[in-house]
């Protein structure tokens, strides 16, 4: 194995730990899973339990403060991969199913009339969901706006 592999293995068995030693602070003793995506981001799925609320939160607020702290703890102990994504119970997972499908609309919308499309504020993992199937439809898509108010402008490629 490699020095990437091994690195990256490590800090996904560190993941995993912290997580569920966080976890079991809350009275949780969930058995995590953790794999690694093809851009470096440590996949850590938590599984559904009686706490999903809890742990999701507002608009999936818990899960990302979540993923802070566990993405922080690795910054800390000096592990080279700490790009964290954390999903409890496929939350993430189904919201970006019905995104797609909503998505795909407004792309055929402004496929069918040319008119540029300002799309509501969203985070970034949603405007990333976004620009990915934009591109996917061949239409342009920018990020525009600052913080809580970024959103995406869809237009027809030139």
């Known amino acids: 194995m490699d020095d990437n592999k091994a690195a990256m293995q490590d800090a996904m068995q560190y993941a995993k730990k912290f997580t569920e030693d966080l976890l079991s602070f809350f009275g949780l003793n969930a058995d995590v899973t953790v794999s690694s995506s093809d851009d470096e981001v440590i996949e850590v799925d938590v599984p559904s339990t009686n706490l999903n609320g809890f742990l999701i939160g507002q608009r999936g607020e818990n899960m990302r403060s979540l993923q802070f702290l566990v993405s922080t703890a690795l910054k800390n102990n000096g592990y080279e991969f700490n790009r964290v994504n954390i999903d409890v119970a496929d939350y993430k997972r189904q919201r970006a199913d019905r995104l797609k499908v909503k998505a795909e609309d407004w792309m055929k919308q402004v496929q069918a009339n040319g008119e540029p ?42």
Not at 122 to 151: C, F, P, Q, T
């Open 117 to 158: 499309m300002e799309l509501r504020s969203m985070n970034a993992a949603d405007r990333r969901i976004i620009h990915k199937l934009a591109a996917e439809y061949e239409l342009v898509s920018e990020s525009v706006g600052e913080g809580r108010e970024r959103h995406i402008v869809l237009k027809k490629g030139e």
